[in-house]
């Protein structure tokens, strides 16, 4: 292949994603508004300046765009977690900064809070996103004694339902850093920590979500 159609290949290959991803971005804009799908694929393609027709160069369905979104959006916050939280060694505490960062995320992220607030707990066991992190994070803590849990996946579920219940009263109350330390808290005694360990790993020093 000569360098001229290289180039022309990668350039295609470049718009292709960008138009792929302004239509998911268009996508998650509508999905935190809203949380709903009830939009047609003109308003989508409206909203991602794109071309009627070019939605199904990407997507065969709305459906397919929106699912894409969603693990867009989540995998987006997975790796923002990661970051802030890689270097602490405890794993009862990166867990409880994970959970005070996600309850602080309505002021910092609402995008993301939006989506999460709408379709968090249909990807909690997700094979992307923020589902994967956690049950890694909690079979690590298992592992190391941290956590005295049967079975992490259920730790999961319980977990998973508790935060994003907060996230929810977030809609109509202010989350502060007061709740975020008592959300963490409490589920690290859910977790197996006792009531004065707890309290101790929930309130140190958080580290800042970029």
């Keep these: 292949m000569q360098p001229s159609t290289v180039q022309s290949a990668n350039r295609f290959e ?19 508004e809203q949380g709903g799908t009830d939009v047609s694929i003109q308003v989508i393609a409206e909203r991602a300046d794109v071309g009627f027709g070019t939605f199904y160069n990407h997507f065969d369905t709305k459906d397919d765009l929106f699912d894409a979104a969603v693990a867009d959006a989540l995998e987006e916050y997975g790796r923002l977690l990661d970051a802030a939280t890689g270097g602490i060694d405890d ?7 994970n959970v005070r960062l996600t309850v602080l995320l309505v002021a910092s992220h609402p995008e993301i ?3 999460l607030r709408f379709r968090g707990l249909q990807h909690v066991h997700s094979g992307t996103g923020l589902g994967p992190r956690a049950l890694r994070d909690l079979e690590v803590g298992k592992a190391s004694g941290r956590f005295h849990i049967a079975d992490a996946r259920v730790a999961l579920s319980a977990v998973g339902g508790a935060v994003l219940g907060l996230v929810q009263l977030g809609a109509t109350s202010d989350l502060d850093t007061a709740v975020a330390e008592q959300t963490a808290e409490m589920v690290l005694r859910m977790l197996g920590l006792s009531v004065e360990e707890a309290h101790e790993v929930a309130t140190r020093p958080l580290p800042a979500l970029l």
Excluded: D, V, Y
């Design 113 to 115: 809070t939006g989506i």
């Design 14 to 32: 470049r718009r292709r994603a960008k138009t792929r991803q302004a239509l998911i971005g268009a996508a998650r804009g509508i999905l935190a």
């Design 91 to 97: 794993p009862a505490e990166t867990f409880a900064a």
